[in-house]
């Protein structure tokens, strides 16, 4: 067997360490390369992420569209059906374009209920009607005077209340016994009033 010279050895090492070198600087370089790539490719994925960024605030924007057209629509409904409501109570309401015509109003269901009740009402008068809280309403008193018994003044006061076509409403009563013509009377001075929309005149 034939052993290597020193000079031989010498020589086949210093191959390897530059070949070991080599590598490195390749290495380095490739390493270096790829920095360089992404330093110059950062803005694009910077701009890849600005969109991402767009995207998720316009899906944001959208669902809070969403939600208000939701939100309008409930509201559209709650809408219809105050209106609804309010357009029954209002048929409630006395139908006379005038103060004069919703007194007259009052007037003629008073004088049902009277008959209704036996009793004759001995005068009328129209009070000075009054706005309330909101100015698209009237309130339109009415007085008359009756002379009746315990029993048929609960009758008329009931009837009052619950008449069906006009939300009449007792304002005030006053009473005298002594002033009725018949025993077990007495004279009633009853104020009603109803309520209709705010016309003028």
Same mark, same amino acid.
């Given at each position: 067997m034939k052993i290597p010279s020193w000079e031989s050895f010498k020589d086949e090492c210093s191959t390897l360490i530059l070949d070991k070198k080599k590598r490195y600087i390749l290495i380095a370089g490739a390493v270096l390369l790829l920095f360089g790539l992404a330093f /110059?490719?950062?803005?694009?994925?910077?701009?890849?992420?600005? #969109?991402?960024?767009? #995207?998720?605030a316009q899906q944001k924007r959208v669902a809070k569209y969403r939600q208000t057209v939701k939100g309008r629509g409930e509201l559209e409904a709650r809408l =219809?059906? %105050?209106?609804?409501?309010?357009? /029954? =109570?209002?048929?409630?309401?006395?139908? $006379? &374009?005038?103060? @004069?015509? @919703?007194a007259v109003d009052i007037q003629n269901?008073?004088?049902?209920?009277?008959?209704?009740?036996?009793v004759e009402i001995k005068s009328v008068?129209?009070? &000075?009607?009054?706005? !309330? *809280?909101s100015d698209q309403y009237i309130s339109?008193?009415?007085?008359?005077? %009756? +002379?009746?018994?315990? /029993?048929?003044?609960? *009758?008329?006061?009931y009837k009052i209340e619950a008449s069906p076509k006009?939300?009449?409403? =007792?304002?005030?009563? $006053? #009473? +005298? %016994?002594?002033?009725?013509?018949?025993?077990? !009377?007495? /004279?009633?001075?009853?104020? %009603?009033?109803? #309520?209709? &929309? +705010?016309? &003028?005149?």
């Open positions: /110059r490719l950062f803005p694009v994925f910077e701009g890849i992420q600005g #969109i991402g960024t767009d #995207i998720a =219809v059906s %105050v209106n609804k409501s309010l357009e /029954r =109570v209002e048929a409630g309401l006395l139908t $006379g &374009k005038t103060v @004069a015509l @919703a269901i008073l004088n049902e209920i009277a008959t209704g009740s036996g008068q129209v009070l &000075k009607s009054q706005k !309330q *809280d339109v008193p009415v007085q008359f005077m %009756v +002379n009746v018994t315990t /029993r048929q003044l609960k *009758d008329i006061l006009f939300f009449l409403t =007792v304002e005030r009563i $006053g #009473i +005298n %016994v002594s002033g009725a013509g018949s025993p077990g !009377q007495m /004279r009633c001075e009853i104020t %009603v009033s109803g #309520i209709m &929309k +705010n016309v &003028k005149e």
